[in-house]
């Protein structure tokens, strides 16, 4: 077989490895990453003072599913590699004619009973004459949380304008969760 036959060959082999390790690879992350999601309340009561100035609200323990999570996902606490959190948005329940416009900024944090309080997300600068608003997430690393029976919201808001009556925000989380099969 002469010289220029051979490393074709050769090149088409190597391409041909290079291509099915790259999807085999993907489809495997794919496979193995998946998402959990969490809903909570918060109150914002209108008999917090001062506006323009930090206010803090806890919010009562979030009892994760994650055990069923990983369950349905054919993996275990255990074998989860990275949690991140890909969206929390905001929502107010009421009252039905309130719009983001009252809020200057807000920021949650993320802690369990066990672990370290982290900021989870933010948005500063608010306009928003929505009712919905999504804040920006940050990158940390979230599987101790996620793993845990259960983590605790911690919200920090700045107020634009005095409340007459209690806002109740709706908080819808997602985090994206990659991990081993069992």
């Known amino acids: 077989m002469n010289t220029i036959i051979k490393t074709k060959i050769i090149l088409l082999i190597v391409v041909s490895i290079v291509f099915l390790g790259t999807f085999s690879c993907s489809k495997i992350k794919e496979l193995l990453t998946f998402t959990v999601n969490d809903t909570s309340e918060v109150v914002i009561e209108n008999d917090i003072l001062p506006f323009s100035l930090p206010v803090e609200i806890w919010l009562p323990p979030i009892t994760t599913n994650s055990e069923e999570e990983f369950a349905n996902n054919n993996t275990s606490a255990n074998l989860v590699k990275d949690v991140f959190i890909t969206h929390l948005d905001l929502e107010i329940k009421s009252p039905e004619d309130k719009t983001f416009s009252f809020l200057k900024s807000i920021t949650i944090?993320?802690?369990?009973?066990?672990?370290?309080?982290?900021?989870?997300?933010k948005?500063?600068?608010?306009?928003?004459?929505?009712?919905?608003?999504?804040?920006?997430?940050t990158s940390a690393k979230l599987?101790?949380?996620i793993k845990a029976s259960s983590y605790k919201l911690r919200t920090e808001?700045?107020?634009?304008?005095?409340?007459?009556?209690?806002?109740?925000?709706?908080?819808?989380?997602?985090?994206?969760?990659?991990?081993?099969?069992?």
Not at 123 to 137: A, P, R
């Open 123 to 137: 948005k500063e600068n608010i306009s928003s004459t929505d009712k919905i608003l999504n804040l920006d997430v």
């Open 143 to 145: 599987d101790k949380y």
């Open 157 to 182: 808001v700045v107020l634009r304008e005095t409340l007459t009556q209690d806002v109740t925000l709706g908080v819808d989380l997602s985090f994206q969760v990659t991990a081993d099969p069992l």
């Open 109 to 121: 944090y993320i802690s369990t009973n066990s672990d370290d309080e982290i900021e989870l997300a």
